[in-house]
């Protein structure tokens, strides 16, 4: 190919060379040479020897007789293709190609022009379309007139906005502002001309001076990422623009036009028509305040700093955000209802990411694939709660955007997780000296509070130590067959000895929580819960403490549960009211498995006569059940199947009719069959 072709008589040649000498040499264009020199620079950089490359001079490899030997060995083993350019950057100019081109083009012409071959070009073509896909963008081929997309405009905007990003890679893609109001060159490791003319052509220096006027007159600063997405994207909407590539169309919202940052849009407006000659439709500027709107904000405007991400707040989503917690907690855990945490985080990101949503502005969320592998469940029940938000929005909910509140969900789990599940157990091993082993193991407790030392041996002696004692060997001096890890360091733990002992830690907690991650069918069945000796019968109760305390009884008595257990559900009825009344008359009562949680489990109690506390604050009651759960995963199988079949009238009024502990076991093992897969009860835990 070309570039090989081009590399090979820079690398035969003694001494400098001219562009038109080497283009005889090569017979090709002096234009191709150009497009494909960076190509050509970066490869010879590569093989650490000098290139000159200067107008008035030409061209010259400074190099040895044997590191140019070596070179052209190497040039002769690399295939018939680009020489280093990845499958992923090939992808990359081809989508710009596409996405830039006003007419169809062929395999030919950018075969021409990149020194791809067409059989190349036509194997990438499946990852293309499936990278177009995701804006929504059709890729049209046709033997008679070559490759072309169809969709949006819009899409098409955002779709290279994103390939900028993944050219730049986000650590470049972040300093980008910064770079252009600097004038620092983004341009020293793009391989390929074709993009730095792209780049060049956005007009982002001036920009970056709009992102500045946005700031000053809405009196905010916009966070790093926000800056340079809708930099780069008034710089595609430019040239878009100047292209007459127009957007037209109805108002999405007529309520933007009343903000302020519709107002700040129109005089952005303005701003290009006087620099550029062109003219913004209402929906150009409709889409441009969207961006402004759902943008993330710092709380500092120093430059130089990185403030703390915020989000515009307002109480408008308020109910949106507790209707969606209200489903999920019916999955997970109760307690999510009373998570402020989560409640104040999801309500934040549905208030930057609903007006992204509903302008179909891309959502990029690069932990996606992890959500779906490790937490399915997590994921699955984020997924079921969705219905609310596209209800009020009427656009269907992305993947990405589940993922981002699978994350929240998973982080109020985590706040839940019992203490002791956090703690590993650490055997000290030394030389016998008991002042080296009390120092390393004040040293442990200091630096690593939820690692507990449970033995100290000597490691001169062969004492065997087993993976029931403990998860690691901490050891001042070599230890060999052991049955578990072992870690030497120094007494004193230096700084290496500590990082060591961190990366240990966060592997094994991953570990232990991957084992913990079982799918929904292994989990524990409600029936496996609810045992015949934790089935309670009562005639009425005259206090709802006196409820907690006869529907917990069963669980105290057989170990499952500490007294303290009771007592912090008292608490959190008393701070928070009955917000786990779950509908059908039946409550759930529960506390956090910190608080005495000992195995997981549950019982029920059955009223003769149901409770009334407050018509107001809660129901008529005459079902309870105790969950008493260890972590933040175990349960959710129970739950789930508790949460379906109180949904049912006829097994509440089979449950209401049961008159012994053995009736109401037979009542579950007939209904448990009838049950839906999770992944189809979407909208069934509304309540």
């Known amino acids: 190919m070309r570039q090989q072709r081009i590399i090979r008589e820079l690398l ?35 093989g650490e020897l000098e290139f000159i490359n200067k107008p008035g001079y030409g061209l010259e490899v400074v190099a040895s007789e044997q590191t140019r030997n070596s070179l052209l060995e190497e040039l002769n083993t690399l295939e018939d293709c680009d020489l280093i350019l990845s499958k992923d950057q090939r992808i990359r100019i081809m989508l710009l190609y596409l996405l830039t081109s006003t007419e169809p083009f062929s395999a030919k012409s950018i075969s ?146 009343e903000t302020e940052e519709f107002e700040t849009a129109r005089i952005i407006g303005y701003m290009i028509e006087q620099e550029f000659g062109i003219s913004m439709s209402e929906k150009e500027l409709e889409l441009l305040a969207a961006l402004i709107i759902g943008s993330r904000w710092e709380e500092s405007c120093q430059d130089g700093t990185e403030g703390i991400e915020i989000s515009a707040i307002s109480d408008k989503y308020d109910v949106l955000t507790q209707q969606m917690i209200n489903i999920c907690s019916m999955r997970l855990h109760p307690m999510l209802k009373i998570d402020t945490v989560l409640f104040q985080e999801l309500k934040n990101h549905l208030d930057y990411s609903i007006f992204r949503l509903k302008y179909h502005i891309p959502i990029r969320n690069r932990n996606l694939a992890t959500i779906k592998e490790k937490y399915p469940e997590i994921y699955r029940v984020a997924e079921n709660s969705i219905f609310i938000l596209e209800k009020e929005l009427d656009v269907r909910i992305p993947p990405e955007e589940i993922g981002f509140i699978a994350m929240y969900l998973l982080s109020a789990l985590e706040r839940l997780r019992t203490e002791e599940d956090s703690h590993l157990r650490a055997i000290i091993a030394n030389n016998g000296v008991r002042a080296t082993s009390s120092l ?55 700084r290496d000895n500590i990082r060591e002992i961190q990366q240990w830690i966060q592997q094994k907690n991953q570990s232990k929580r991957q084992e913990k991650l079982l799918s929904l069918h292994e989990q524990t069945s409600l029936v496996d819960l609810i045992k015949l000796s934790h089935i309670t019968f009562a005639k ?19 170990g499952a549960i500490q007294e303290r257990y009771l007592r912090a559900m008292v608490d959190v009825i008393a701070d928070y009211g009955f917000y786990m009344y779950m509908g059908s008359g039946v409550l759930l009562l529960h506390a956090k498995p910190t608080d005495g949680v000992n195995r997981l ?87």
């Open 12 to 46: 035969e040649t003694q001494g400098k060379i001219t562009l038109r000498e080497l283009a005889e040499k090569s017979d090709l264009n002096p234009r191709i040479i150009r497009y494909n020199m960076k190509v050509v620079r970066a490869w010879l950089l590569a």
């Open 440 to 494: 390393l193991q004040s040293r442990l407790e200091y630096e690593f509070p939820g690692l507990r030392v449970v033995k100290t041996i000597n490691s001169f002696e062969n004492i065997p130590i087993t993976r029931d004692e403990g998860d690691v060997i901490i050891s001042t001096l070599p230890i060999e067959d052991a049955q578990l890890p072992v870690i030497q360091v120094q007494p004193f733990l230096e």
């Open 540 to 558: 009425r109760v005259y206090s709802w403490q006196d409820m907690v305390a006869i529907a917990s009884q069963p669980l105290i008595h057989s």
């Open 112 to 257: 021409e022009i990149e020194s791809f071959s067409r059989s190349t070009i036509f194997k990438d073509t499946q990852d293309i379309e499936t990278w177009l896909n995701d804006y929504e963008i059709e890729l049209k081929k046709q033997s008679a007139k070559g490759l072309w997309t169809e969709g949006r405009e819009a899409s098409r905007r955002f779709a290279l906005v994103r390939l900028v990003r993944e050219e730049l890679d986000d650590h470049r893609w972040h300093r980008l502002f910064n770079d252009i109001e600097k004038k620092i060159s983004f341009d020293d490791k793009i391989a390929s001309h074709r993009f730095i003319d792209f780049l060049q052509s956005l007009h982002l220096a001036y920009t970056s001076g709009l992102i500045r006027f946005i700031e000053e007159n809405i009196s905010r600063c916009m966070s790093q990422k926000s800056r340079v997405e809708i930099m780069v994207y008034m710089g595609v909407m430019i040239r878009a623009l100047q292209a007459r590539d127009c957007m037209q169309g109805a108002i999405e919202d007529e309520e933007i036009l």
């Open 601 to 687: 489990c549950m019982s029920m109690l059955k009223l003769d006569k149901p409770f009334i506390y407050d018509q107001n604050t809660l129901p008529e009651t005459d079902i309870i059940f105790v969950l008493g759960a260890t972590d933040d995963n175990s349960h959710l199988k129970a739950l789930f199947q508790l949460n379906e079949l109180i949904q049912h009238t006829e097994f509440m009024d089979s449950i209401r009719a049961a008159k012994k502990p053995v009736q109401i076991i037979n009542t579950l093992w007939q209904w448990l069959p009838r049950l839906s897969e999770p992944e189809k009860s979407a909208s069934a835990l509304a309540v």
